[in-house]
Structure formats: C-alpha cells, structure tokens
C-alpha cells in the first residue's frame, strides 16, 4: 500500500489541497492512473485514495468523500482476463535470464505446477527417495505428486546441492 500511495496517488495528486479534490480532479487522476499502470492495480491504488479521503472525513478534514460524493467519475475496473500460460520458448528464455539458483523454481512450476511460494519453500526432506517422486507440505494437505518431466526432482537435487540454502 505505502509504494502505490507514495509512487502513484501523490505525485498525481499531491498538488492537491483536499478541498480541492472534487470529480474534475478525480476525472483527471483517474486518466493518469490509468496511463501509468494497469485497471487491475488502477483499481487498487483509487480503492487505497478513497479509504485516505475516507479518513479526512473521520477526521472532519472533509464534509464528504468526493469520490463516494460524485456519480459522474466511476472507479477504474479490472477486466476479468484468464492467465494464459507461457509458450516453451518464453519459458527457456526466463529460465535463462535468471541466477542459477533460481532457475529450478521454473522447472518446479513448469514439471510439478507449483506455485512460487511453493518453490521457495521446497526443502530436501520434500524429495523423496524415488528419482521422480516428490512430496510437498508446503502445498495442500502435503499432496505427493509425480514429475511432468524428468528434470524436476533430479534437477532439484542438484540445485539444492549447487546453490546451499543461504539460511538455516
């Protein structure tokens, strides 16, 4: 919250005394903000100015919210948009710009569909003893699942004994 309110909502509207905010003002953000990131984060960012404008009327800076006040200037909306899963080559070119000892987290999510917590929380103990096997407690119920391709527990392994855990 603190990054989008100090990146996005003051320099778009810091300008801004707080009497002065009404829907021209709003109308004029709202463009920016939609300029600069996304209707998904954009949706974000106005929900977070409208809880600060909510507190400046708790605290009897302002009458009334203005962007509750105004019916002519509507919140940003995220469209709903299904994620699309990655081509093999968009997938060998990120694993490539990665550091070595990251790039088994696109193996683990490309050959057992983890998920990047899921990745970073791996520890040896999660391998077991078979070469393609492999059981999680970070992911539901401690689900074993089987490798979609060869390279993930062995791969792992070996990741795991290239790239040592930097804490412990």
Request: charged share 25%; with cysteine; aromatic share 6%.
């Amino acid at each position: 919250m603190r990054s989008r309110i100090w990146n996005h909502i003051i320099p778009l509207m810091g300008d801004y005394a707080l009497r002065e905010i009404d829907a021209s003002a709003l109308r004029t953000f709202k463009t920016a903000l939609l300029a600069r990131v996304e209707e998904s984060t954009a949706e974000v960012i106005w929900g977070h100015l409208s809880s600060i404008l909510g507190s400046a009327v708790d605290d009897q800076r302002l009458l009334r919210n203005p962007m509750k006040a105004t019916n002519s200037v509507k919140p940003p909306r995220a469209t709903d948009s299904k994620a699309k899963a990655w081509s093999r080559e968009v997938v060998d070119t990120v694993r490539a710009e990665l550091q070595d000892r990251y790039q088994i987290a696109v193996d683990l999510g490309i050959g057992l569909g983890l998920r990047q917590g899921e990745a970073f929380g791996l520890a040896e103990e999660d391998f077991a003893s078979r070469p393609a096997s492999f059981t999680s407690a970070a992911s539901s119920g401690g689900t074993s699942r089987d490798a979609l391709t060869s390279r993930s527990p062995r791969g792992a392994r070996s990741a795991m004994s290239r790239c040592r855990p930097t804490w412990r």
